[in-house]
């Protein structure tokens, strides 16, 4: 009885593996753009996905290879219909033994080789490929960007040109850029799939990140780590361009309406979910607002999210609308 | 080679039954408290950790710093009170190797109000510096730091209570094993207490006097 | 002294008042009425078959380690159950709530689920799935087999053994009433800081969360010394380290870590408890705090969690692959280190689970390179298994079935968790559903050697084989479902999409999340063929006895006992001449020698304070959540009271007399072929009901 047990329900196996068709098959259907893990727009995001391709190749060196030998012995040494000769006593070699230990110890040696240089190559606090590319293509003004994080909206404030936005980030394509980040309130990750990995944003702390855009385009950034009830609808579009039209948009913006003060901060920062996507552009920013937005957060400073807010999504928009309605005059 | 097959023992000559073979109770007992007291040696690893990175100036949120609340002279005199407590337990335990009742009485009676008097110290010292304006909720290194010795105080009142309960123990049913494998663990428990003060002694209060 | 709450407080209910019972809740009323009328059957029929004396004589207030393992897998079945109920909601969500037009229902913008009661679902889902699931169901399996595995009579602290079991039920029972008082966590099932602090989550949800993770560490942290202590101190004459069975070395690594790292997590779950009570600046952003220990101080102890729930899982394999290779395990040495290894390596990785909060490159290497290292005893754990089997004569019976296919789930999961520790690949890939797909490969390699050792050692427990054709069609199926609910998830993360959304942004991902659901309907589908199985199982229980050794190959210690296991395991302890001392005996032909004489046997009493201290553990958790301060005054006055009182209590063990142990061995094996007639089967035998 034991064996057959794997021949009829064969059908059921071969449903299992459908499944796998489906890597393939989706790559194909919208050429493949979909894949944005796999598809680098950045210097920082090709560092990675090269390290990425190193990672998994040696690794299915090992598991490939060890899947295989599974399944063969599990076939040749089955008792019904296998080939293989019953020892029932062997239960011990010194030569498998050392192959045994010996094989991961060194692929393990060799990922940690390469696990090491990829992470000093792409570190946020000096990222030695974008030091490299920049400093081969000669380029010497680099841009300055700090990143706010609130309940649930992403302020980006460029410092140099006085102007700031709302869920909506600009780069020039091939210069590069520094950003700032902080938290006004909890923990958020920055994250743009296709130009730069993660990093966890925090409250009363400052970190630092780097991209080059190689590739003019729009790409789609957003908050990877979740912060509460807006967490999902925590995305910025990000426009890579070229120079000449980042420099015509920073000059729209600085025609911009509303000005960035503290205060107009405090109230971007209450908790607002924004469901439509909208987009604010602010000229004119307090100077040394992120410096105090981090002091702030130090001394205690909380937007704290209103119980009732969370629990009946629709009534909540609705009052938010109102609320923006009334903030717009 | 098979280690089911190999061996040197002749199967039919070997008892398959064991005959008779208890396992000692006071041992097995301490056995398990001293792996209790790993797990609580964790605690206090963590909160040391804890206190370690909510230590800095930074954290002290421009309130009350460590050389404001810790005061070297007083946790001296904790010191004293707490490790004449220790001793007197060690003299209750000689006293129970004598099995003498009388004696371990006594001393456990004496470890206990010497830890009082550890306990009137510690809680004065809180006192004051509550009074003071220092209180947990000030700053995250305030907090660290009273949960600190407010935990050790914690272990120092259950110590106590438990002296209470081995003295009516002793006094009524006598020296029996279940009485005296308690009395052992008990000895670790307050020597241990003992030795996470001397961590909190140099940790807290030393470096406040050197900071 | 307490930190002040907006919101109505009264002396008497504290925070709770009606509109804290959702009763506007089409969903959870429907939860409700379906728990209430299954509890309504339940009693019924308990009270119909008459069964209540045995249940509290015979189980509740029992010490016997078979029957508190029992109970303990008993609340990990229902409480997975209950997790599976969550992911199939959370699934149906993200399958709905698609892109800007998508509709909403109930409240909720998209979907059927507002964010806020998504986030509650994804963080009690993890936390039954770890905590009162996974956890609950392996040191069940522990408890019933370390004990019989190394010839002991009990575990070294019977009486500590229920008040483990019972803390850990107060917990499960926090957390299922959570469900209808209020509401639970909404900051994932690590907790996420300071989200969890009191501005962001001003509700009682993380207190929920909060005290029942408490009560489940504390309950197992105590599990942990008894299992250790029961290791060192219990083993019957001739049971050296050398010879130990290779599930009990996995048990002992196992608890070197919870011992080790439990009492971490309660101090960060304690600390953080003081910032939401009394204010205090532990993880708070502000006014000094550092919301970074708590990560530290929580993955000190989630990381080596996860190796304390696979240890246990490997240690089943291990037991598993000889018995139907027909062959001793491959390497014992390399294996007793390998989790020796694995546990020691555990505690230093952590950090891994936060590559991506900016640590210097220094730090984030010395993790990565340490994560990676895990990898070693791992592979040589592979490459073990592979060579038992290797040489052997393999019989794919169900335990066998689960426990090749839990060797596959290891790849697969190891090969993306080796993905991940490469750190800048985890800046890609960090809290993506990739990450996600990666753990529930190595999750659900812990269900399927669970599944594998529950068919295996069944049969030992209850006296019967489970019935073994729907038990293969629930493998297939339940194989099918992982297949097509995970495939797809692993395609999704090199899309890019994020864990936790509560509403999908981008329309590309849905396809394939419509693709989930269909592997969520064959999941369901196959729960349909387990209760089957169970159903005919016991049906059938009269055919499919068992006798000592139910599968004819098995080699260690319990299968030297009675099928079921009689209350007091083995009549006379035995002595142990090899590592596979049934086997040993076997190739011997010694294997059917009886001991010669009996002797009295000593054994703890049934006591009901284990059950007592956790009921009030309860009391004392809810009282806390809701601040209801008397109810925590009391009840916390009570348990100190119990745990004095026990210790007066000079009556806790009993003997039974040689000639009485004599008279039961003979009323068992006088049933023909030693087999126990089949309606004593469950809790019938004379020998299995625990004497007074
Ligand atoms: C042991 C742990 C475990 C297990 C087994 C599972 C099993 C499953 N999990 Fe879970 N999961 C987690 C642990 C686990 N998970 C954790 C820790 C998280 C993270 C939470 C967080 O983000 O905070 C998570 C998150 C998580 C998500 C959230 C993803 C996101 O963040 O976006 C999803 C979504 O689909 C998911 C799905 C599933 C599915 C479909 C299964 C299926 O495999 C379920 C299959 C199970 C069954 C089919 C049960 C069969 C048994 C019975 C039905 C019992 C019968 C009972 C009796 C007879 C009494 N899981
Ligand atoms: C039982 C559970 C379990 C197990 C066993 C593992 C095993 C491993 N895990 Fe996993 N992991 C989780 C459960 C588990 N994990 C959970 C629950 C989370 C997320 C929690 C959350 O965020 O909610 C997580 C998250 C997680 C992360 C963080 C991801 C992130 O949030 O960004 C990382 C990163 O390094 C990681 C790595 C690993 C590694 C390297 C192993 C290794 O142990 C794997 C070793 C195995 C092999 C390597 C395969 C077998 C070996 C061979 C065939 C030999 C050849 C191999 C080599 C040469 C190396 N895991
Ligand atoms: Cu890590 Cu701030
Ligand atoms: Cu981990």
Redesign the interface.
Known sequence: MPMNSLRPKGWLRLLSLLPLGLLGGCAHRRGGDEFWMLDPRGVISATQDHYLALDVLIMLFIIVPTGFFIVWVMRHYRRDGGRGRHDARWDHSYALEALVWGIPILTVGALSYYSVKAIYAVNPYHPTVVVRAARAAHVKNPLDIDVISTDWQWVFIYPKQGIATVDRLVVPKGIPVHFRLTSATVVNDFYIPQLVGMIDVMPAMRVRQSLLVSRAGTYEGYSANFSGAGFSWMNFETRAVSRAAFRAWVARVQGAQAHLTYAAFEKVARPTINVHGRVAYFSRVQSGLFRHVVAETAAGKTYPTPMAMTENMTRYLKVQARRDAHNRD | MSATTSGTLDAKKSPMWSSGHGHDVISTKTLGFWLYLLGDAMMFTALFAAYAVLGHAFNAAGGPWIRTVAHAGVAFRETAWLFASVLAYGFAMMALKKGNRGGVLLWITAALLIALGFLAVDGHEVMALFRMGAVPERSGFLSAFFTLVLYHGLHVVVGIAWMLVMLVQVASAGLTEKVVYRLLNLRLFWHFQAVMWVFMFTFLYLRGAIV | MF?HI??PWSPLLGRLALSEIPYNNPILIGTFAFAALLAVVLVGLVTYLGLWRTIWRDWLTSVDHKKIGIMYILIGLVMLFRGFMDAVMMRAQQAMAVG?HSA?YL???HGYL???HF?QIYTAHGTIMILFAATPLLVGIMNILVPLQIGARDM??PY?NAVSLWLTAAGAALVMASLFIGDFA???WFG????MEL?????VGVDYWMWAFQLSAVGT?LG???L??TI???R??GMTWG?LPIFTWASLSANLIS??????V???LA?LA??RY?????Y??????????YN??FW?WGHPEVYFVILPAFGMISEIVPTF????????L?MVLASLGIAGVSWGVWLHH?F???A??AV??FF??TT??V??PT??K???W????????????LPM?WA?AA??FL?VG??TG??N?????D??????VFVVAHFHMMLLLIVYAIFGGVNYWFPKVFGFRLE?RFG??FF??F??G???VF??M??L????M?????????P?WG??LD?EVV?IAIYVLSAVFLVAQLYVSFRDRAKNRAGLDAWETS?SLEWMTHSPVPFYNFA????V????ER???V????DT?R??RY?DI?MPRNTAIPLWLGVLSFGLAFGLVWRMWWLVEVCAVAIIALV?IR??D?DTDYTIAAKEIERMERAIRDVPSGRPAADDVIGGVPAFRQGV
């Open positions: 930190v907006d919101g800007p909403g409240d909720s913008p507002t964010p806020y986030d070294a602290y500590l909404h900051a994932g996420i800081v300071p989200v501005p962001y989550s001003p509700g942290t942990g010394i008894n250790l202590a060192v101190k219990m019957a004459p010879r011992l080790s790292t439990f009492p971490v309660t101090v960060a600390l003081l910032d009394f204010g205090t600046h532990f708070t952003a502000g006014l000094g705090g550092n919301l970074m220990l530290d101080l000190i290779s027909e062959k001793p395990l491959f390497g014992y390399g936060f991506t909060m900016a210097s490159p984030n290497a990565s390179i990676m290292a990898g070693i592979g040589v592979v490459f073990n592979a060579f038992t089997m290797f040489r052997g004569r393999l019989r794919f019976e079935m090749s060797l596959f790849l190891g090969l080796m993905m520790a490469f750190a800048t690949n800046y890609m890939v960090h809290n993506s073994q293969k069609m297939w199926l194989t099918a992982t297949a097509v495939i797809p692993f395609t993360g090199f899309m890019g994020t864990r936790r959304l509560a509403y999908v942004a981008f590309q396809p394939l693709i592997g080699r006379v302890t035995p002595e001449h090899a590592r596979d086997a040993w005996r190739a011997r032909g010694v020698v001991p010669e002797e000593h004095v210790s007066f000079h």
